[in-house]
């Protein structure tokens, strides 16, 4: 566990202040930090992320994995685009990396995902929640987002485990 995950770890929240757990998914080795109380959902027939629900259940962060499956600059292209009913208010992105948000009716979204073993897999956090609770969540997403990292993947090429 690297220093900073652990920092984040340990430190609190006034959200959440039960604090977080380290979820990883073994198939894609994406990870990131989660509040402690939220339900972990099933996990899917592929077995590339899972949902976790607050405990009022109107907010979900996701964390998944997957391929690459066309070419990087058409893939980025299509993260930072709107999906069906969203307007995005902010974008940013780098080499390996995006984010986006915005709204889509009355709920704020946030995406980052990173490349990973040499732009082959995603690893992706996908936070969704009420807008009305834009201020009490400022800190979660801050969180959340800066405790994605991409991991040993079970399914990577060879090269990249």
Known sequence: MTATVAALLC?????????????????????????????????????????????????????????????KEQEIADRLAPGEGETVTYRKQAKDWLAVSGTKGDR???????????????NTVSIEYPASDKKKFDALVTRVS?????????EAPTDCR
Request: aromatic share 12%; proline share 5%; hydrophobic share 35%.
């Open 11 to 71: 430190a609190g929240s006034s959200l959440h202040a039960e604090g977080w757990r380290l979820y990883r998914n073994a198939r894609f080795g994406t990870t990131a930090v989660v509040p402690k109380d939220w339900t972990i959902g099933a996990a899917p027939e592929n077995d590339d992320g899972r949902v976790f629900t607050s405990p009022d259940r109107r907010s979900e962060i996701t964390v998944y994995g997957g391929y690459r499956s066309f070419q």
């Open 146 to 154: 800066h405790s994605l990292r991409p991991g040993r993947a079970d």
């Open 108 to 122: 704020i979204f946030y995406r980052k995902s990173i490349l990973s073993c040499r732009g082959a897999i995603w």
